[in-house]
């Protein structure tokens, strides 16, 4: 307990000492984790739905494997943006 | 905690100039990939022989040919679409080599983890798309049929028309430039991280049993990136195929 | 956590361009190389390749096509062989015919010619009769007339002249005959 409460006045001591933007860039650096982590929940989710309906379809029907495959893709494309743009902001959090 | 000095991001994607230093046409690494990219299909399609049956590297030209009709042009468009056929297989091998020199020893780099080369892919596309629209409903039904969906009542009809406006002509390029450049980049960063934690682990000698699961890691995120570099052309070409099937067929 | 802190603070100390915007140069060689691929793939690479495949995809239907015919002249050429084999069968029972019904008439001919014979011989020996019955009766006639000419004469107390009587006994005689 003791421990904790050194290193949050040592955190408060440093926090003390920086300029603005660098406590900007701190305050992003240890948020950028955060911001990838929830933007991947959903696509997660929902690219895992996506597949596991498109492998029934496919069994169901493996004729139309092809057309089934092409629009999976297409879905898989257009959920992964969620991601992906959670991932951009991890990268403008983390180094802009 | 491992002594892990990662590096910063401009030493992953920012490289110095070889020629024409400091100005609008500064020739780096990524100048280079893309040239490359340019050079390596074009000997591909030179080298092919004429041959009534293929072989060898006719072959290959050949069904990266046959792959875009059947897998792109026809699923996305239909045979009307058969005339964007240089377009999308030109977009699909300059995104397909621009990516695969993310895996390929002394490159290790894709190009399209830099922004410029996907935003320029993506305002094709975008041209192409709006042109195709234009030629074939005229401006107004191709606005018209972009902008209004079918069956919204009157009064919601400026707030659809601006969510519309947003979503076809600023989120879809935005969009496609944005998978693609993130997805690279992303593949760029997990590589890098695994390489340096082989690197790391390699110099602290109690921690080097766990080395083998790394550099194994390390193996197989560099062929899960080949399918990444090959999955992210296709939808990308898929992609503009399927904006530009959207605008000639009004829905 | 004040181990990261540091290290944080550490970081570049120029402010680092941010990774996501493009820089020119990039964009400048970007849309050079592509422009250039594209004019590349559409007016010098593409069309001996497309034209490479039509021309398979030509040769194909072609020889399908040649593929088809000659199966459809096959079909037709063992359609005639069919027609001959019919002709034949067809000629070979009409011979088998021709024959029998030949054969046929030579019986009824035959057996006409052995009909008639019968009929020409019966014809002869019925003639031989006759001629033997009339002879027979040509002998007994007149001893019949003298016999019923003398019975009658007898029975009448009278002579009868026998030429006289002979009419009356020849008519009896071929009426009753």
Same mark, same amino acid.
């Given at each position: 307990?003791?421990?904790?409460?050194?290193?949050?006045?040592?955190?408060?001591?440093?926090?003390?000492?920086?300029?603005?933007?660098?406590?900007?860039?701190?305050?992003?650096?240890?948020?950028?984790?955060?911001?990838?982590?929830?933007?991947?929940?959903?696509?997660?989710?929902?690219?895992?739905?996506?597949?596991?309906?498109?492998?029934?379809?496919?069994?169901?029907?493996?004729?139309?494997?092809?057309?089934?495959?092409?629009?999976?893709?297409?879905?898989?494309?257009?959920?992964?943006?969620?991601?992906?743009?959670?991932?951009?902001?991890?990268?403008?959090?983390?180094?802009? | 905690?491992?002594?892990?000095?990662?590096?910063?991001?401009?030493?992953?994607?920012?490289?110095?100039?070889?020629?024409?230093?400091?100005?609008?046409?500064?020739?780096?690494?990524?100048?280079?990939?893309?040239?490359?990219?340019?050079?390596?299909?074009?000997?591909?399609?030179?080298?092919?022989? *004429?041959?009534?049956?293929?072989?060898?590297?006719?072959?290959?030209?050949?069904?990266?040919?046959?792959?875009?009709?059947?897998?792109?042009?026809?699923?996305?468009?239909?045979?009307?679409?058969?005339?964007?056929?240089?377009?999308?297989?030109?977009?699909?091998?300059?995104?397909?080599?621009?990516?695969?020199?993310?895996?390929?020893?002394?490159?290790?780099?894709?190009?399209?983890? *830099?922004?410029?080369?996907?935003?320029?892919?993506?305002?094709?596309?975008?041209?192409?798309?709006?042109?195709?629209?234009?030629?074939?409903?005229?401006?107004?039904?191709?606005?018209?049929?972009?902008?209004?969906?079918?069956?919204?009542?009157?009064?919601?009809?400026?707030?659809?028309?601006?969510?519309?406006?947003?979503?076809?002509?600023?989120? *879809?390029?935005?969009?496609?430039?944005?998978?693609?450049?993130?997805?690279?980049?992303?593949?760029?960063?997990?590589?890098?991280?695994?390489?340096?934690?082989?690197?790391?682990?390699?110099?602290?000698?109690?921690?080097?049993?766990?080395?083998?699961?790394?550099?194994?890691?390390?193996?197989?995120?560099?062929?899960?990136?080949?399918?990444?570099?090959?999955?992210?052309?296709?939808?990308?070409?898929?992609?503009?195929?399927?904006?530009?099937?959207?605008?000639?067929?009004?829905? | 956590?004040?181990?990261?802190?540091?290290?944080?603070?550490?970081?570049?100390?120029?402010?680092?361009?941010?990774?996501?915007?493009?820089?020119?140069?990039?964009?400048?060689?970007?849309?050079?190389?592509?422009?250039?691929?594209?004019?590349?793939?559409?007016?010098?690479?593409?069309?001996?390749?497309?034209?490479?495949?039509?021309?398979?995809?030509?040769?194909?239907?072609?020889?399908?096509?040649?593929?088809?015919?000659?199966?459809?002249?096959?079909?037709?050429?063992?359609? +005639?062989?069919? +027609?001959?084999?019919?002709?034949?069968?067809?000629?070979?029972?009409?011979?088998?015919? !021709?024959?029998?019904?030949? !054969?046929?008439?030579?019986?009824?001919?035959?057996?006409?010619?052995?009909?008639?014979?019968?009929?020409?011989?019966?014809?002869? !020996?019925?003639?031989?009769?006759?001629?033997?019955?009339?002879?027979?009766?040509?002998?007994?006639?007149?001893?019949?007339?003298?016999?019923?000419?003398?019975?009658?004469?007898?029975?009448?107390?009278?002579?009868? +002249?026998?030429?006289?009587?002979?009419?009356?006994? +020849?008519?009896?005689?071929?009426?009753?005959?």
């Amino acid at each position: 307990m003791s421990a904790l409460a050194s290193t949050a006045s040592q955190v408060i001591e440093l926090a003390q000492e920086f300029t603005p933007a660098e406590a900007k860039a701190n305050a992003g650096a240890s948020s950028a984790g955060f911001a990838y982590g929830l933007a991947a929940i959903g696509p997660g989710i929902g690219i895992g739905y996506l597949v596991g309906q498109a492998v029934q379809a496919m069994a169901r029907q493996p004729e139309a494997a092809g057309q089934v495959q092409t629009t999976m893709f297409l879905g898989i494309a257009f959920t992964e943006a969620l991601a992906l743009i959670g991932f951009v902001v991890f990268i403008l959090l983390k180094f802009a | 905690m491992f002594a892990l000095e990662f590096p910063s991001i401009d030493n992953l994607v920012k490289w110095p100039e070889y020629l024409f230093e400091g100005t609008f046409a500064g020739f780096n690494k990524i100048s280079l990939i893309l040239v490359l990219a340019m050079l390596i299909p074009t000997v591909l399609f030179l080298l092919a022989k *004429r041959d009534l049956v293929p072989r060898g590297i006719q072959n290959i030209v050949e069904s990266i040919v046959e792959f875009v009709e059947n897998q792109i042009i026809m699923a996305a468009i239909g045979p009307e679409g058969m005339k964007y056929l240089p377009l999308l297989l030109s977009i699909f091998l300059f995104v397909f080599f621009g990516n695969i020199f993310e895996v390929i020893p002394t490159f290790q780099m894709p190009a399209n983890a *830099r922004m410029a080369n996907p935003l320029i892919l993506a305002v094709v596309v975008w041209v192409t798309f709006i042109g195709a629209g234009i030629k074939a409903q005229g401006f107004g039904g191709f606005m018209k049929s972009s902008l209004v969906p079918p069956g919204t009542p009157a009064a919601l009809l400026p707030l659809m028309m601006l969510i519309e406006f947003i979503s076809t002509f600023l989120l *879809r390029p935005f969009g496609l430039a944005v998978r693609l450049f993130a997805n690279m980049l992303a593949g760029h960063i997990l590589l890098v991280t695994f390489g340096v934690l082989c690197i790391t682990l390699w110099t602290l000698s109690p921690l080097v049993v766990v080395l083998p699961f790394s550099f194994g890691m390390l193996v197989a995120l560099t062929g899960f990136e080949m399918m990444v570099a090959f999955l992210q052309a296709f939808i990308f070409a898929l992609l503009a195929a399927v904006y530009i099937n959207l605008s000639i067929h009004a829905h | 956590m004040s181990l990261l802190l540091i290290i944080a603070a550490e970081g570049p100390a120029k402010e680092a361009d941010n990774p996501i915007l493009p820089v020119v140069p990039e964009l400048f060689w970007s849309a050079l190389t592509f422009a250039a691929f594209f004019l590349l793939i559409k007016f010098v690479l593409l069309p001996p390749v497309k034209r490479t495949m039509d021309l398979r995809a030509e040769a194909i239907r072609s020889d399908l096509d040649a593929a088809e015919a000659a199966k459809a002249s096959a079909s037709s050429a063992a359609g +005639d062989v069919d +027609d001959q084999l019919a002709g034949a069968r067809a000629e070979a029972a009409a011979v088998i015919d !021709a024959a029998r019904s030949e !054969a046929e008439t030579e019986r009824q001919s035959i057996l006409a010619q052995a009909n008639a014979e019968v009929a020409k011989m019966k014809e002869l !020996a019925e003639a031989d009769l006759a001629a033997a019955r009339s002879q027979a009766m040509d002998q007994v006639r007149p001893k019949v007339a003298e016999l019923a000419t003398s019975a009658a004469s007898k029975a009448m107390d009278r002579t009868i +002249d026998v030429e006289a009587a002979r009419p009356i006994v +020849d008519s009896y005689l071929s009426n009753s005959n």
